[in-house]
Every structure is written in C-alpha cells, then in structure tokens.
C-alpha cells in the first residue's frame, strides 16, 4: 500500500519524530540529490500559494525530479471529486506523486484504497503537517533539544498550522495556549483537542496568548478588520508578556500573518527564515519518507 501524509496521524509518534530529527540532520538544506529521478510530482493546488509552491518545488527539484503544476483555474477539483476512481487511475498513469494544497477535509474525502501512489498534503484549512515538523525543528534548536520547555502561544485565526499544532501535542510535550479573535469557532478546536486527547488552554486575548512563552505564533488575520488587527498586532509591547527572548514564527504566509512590527521581522527573534530552511528539509524527508518501504533503513 502506498503512503500518504494527509495529517500528523499518518506519520505517527515514530514518524513524526524520525522525520523531524532526519531533517535536522541534513547538512545542507539546499543540497541536491539524485533521490527523485526519474520521478514526477504533480501539484494540485486549489489556492494560490506562492510559497508553498515554491518549497515543494524546491524539494523536488533540487532531489533531481520533475514538477506539474496546477492552479486554481480550470475544473479539475470538481473533475476529481465526482469521478474520483477514474481521475485517480488517470493520475497514476502520469505521475509518481501528488502534492494538493487548499482542500477542505482532504483526509477524509480520499479514498485511499483507490489511491496507488503516495499523496502529500502541502496545507488544508484543517491540516498542514508538514509545517508543524518544521516548526518543531525550530523549537528543539533553541530548547536545546527538550520540548519539555517549550510554551507555544498561538493568536489569530484558525487553519491548517494550528489544527497540525493541536494534533502534534500527541506526539510532541510542548504545551499550547491559543487566543482566537471574537468572531472564531473556538467550540470546533476545542472539540478537536479533546478528539485527539490534547490538553489545550483557550483564552481570550493576545494577551493571556503570550503570557510566558517562549514561542510566539503569529498566525492568520482573515477574520480581523483593521482596528482589531492593530489590536492583534505582535510588537514589543505584546512580547513584554512572554517570556525573556521569546521566539515568533509566522503561522501562514507574511501576507496573511497576524502583523508583526518590522523591528521584530528583521531581528534575531523573528524564526521566519529557519521555519523556511526547515520546511525545505522536512519536505526532502517526506519523499524519502513515502516512496522507502522501511523508514528505519532511511
């Protein structure tokens, strides 16, 4: 059966931390191999992602395979759901593997037993794997390798990162509070954490969000108008209430972040550059990762 990583789950505690210390361990995160020749990747992205789509790339390419894109435009998302035994089989007479990007509850609208070929998800509104593993990297870096002692604080609106980050909590003792502006369904992350038998401490402002951590999220701001987003903002007043050389990562796209003062973006503490590198690494590790039958001879 062909593996596919769709959320955290398909990985596992094992995976999840095998692929996690295997991408730190790439001593060059742009270095090129021959791993994927010979082989195509097909991305199918129902969003515009520009930087999504250039990581992905990246890795494939610089792993010596070959890429096909396709946007947004046209009707192949509706194509593939009504006649998904036939599109599917269609697909796999191409292409090695598949990348989708911006698909609702992508996990449970695939029938894996059609499926013969290994599917990444690159982001969903309600998963993005790849980039927890990542970030994850990220906090092991600056705990000296224990978890134990990294406090998460999440404030903005929902997505994929944070669904990832609630699901990573099986695998991965950091601890998380989120803080979600008024307008979001905090009822569903709630129902979720208990569904994956997480704790999560819910509060209210961004604030409470921060308060001792030492890892700060900035993550969406498509529910904000512009007064709350100034409320929302991360600056230096809002990281006086974490803890002493707290780190930020961006929970989504720059463009679509909860704001982050340009002071703090350029300084040390702003993590945006590594979450990049160490996204190019996991994205490698998650090739060698479904294509090898056995994780352990990786």
């Known amino acids: 059966m062909p593996r596919h990583v769709l959320t955290l789950n398909d990985l596992g505690e094992e995976g999840s931390w095998l692929l996690v210390q295997q991408a730190r361990g790439i001593p060059d995160a742009k270095g090129r191999t021959d ?35 396709q946007g947004a435009t046209g009707g192949w998302k509706s194509e593939v759901e009504r006649y998904q035994r036939q599109m599917l089989a269609v697909i796999d007479y191409f292409v090695d593997c598949m990348y989708v990007y911006g698909i609702p509850g992508l996990a449970t609208k695939v029938d894996r ?39 998460v604080g999440w404030l903005g609106c929902t997505n994929g990162t944070l669904f990832s980050l609630i699901e990573g909590l099986r695998y991965f003792p950091f ?51 512009e007064e709350m987003s100034q409320q929302w903002k991360v600056d230096d007043a809002l990281l006086a209430h974490a ?17 982050v003062a340009s002071d703090i973006l350029a300084s040390p503490a702003s993590l945006l550059l590594l979450q990049s590198e160490n996204r190019l690494r996991v994205h490698k590790r998650l090739l060698h990762w479904v294509f090898l039958e056995n994780e352990r001879a990786i």
């Open 35 to 69: 791993f994927m020749t010979e082989r195509t990747a097909v991305l199918l992205f129902a969003q515009d992602s520009f930087a999504e789509r250039l990581c992905v790339s990246a890795a494939v390419r610089q792993m010596g395979g070959s890429i096909v894109f």
């Open 175 to 225: 601890s998380l509070q989120v803080a979600l502006p008024p307008l979001e369904d905090r009822p569903t992350l709630e129902t979720y954490a208990r569904h994956c038998g997480v704790k999560v401490d819910f509060v209210d402002t961004p604030q409470q969000a921060v308060e001792g951590c030492n890892f700060v999220y900035a993550g969406c701001r498509s529910g904000l108008d």
């Open 243 to 259: 803890a002493p050389k707290a780190r930020v990562l961006l929970g989504t796209s720059p463009m679509q972040a909860i704001e």
């Open 113 to 151: 037993d059609l499926v013969q070929f290994p599917i990444i998800n690159a982001g969903s509104p309600d998963a993005h794997p790849a980039h927890v593993l990542a970030d994850v990297a990220c906090m092991l870096r600056y705990t000296r390798d224990d978890l134990k002692k990294a406090r």
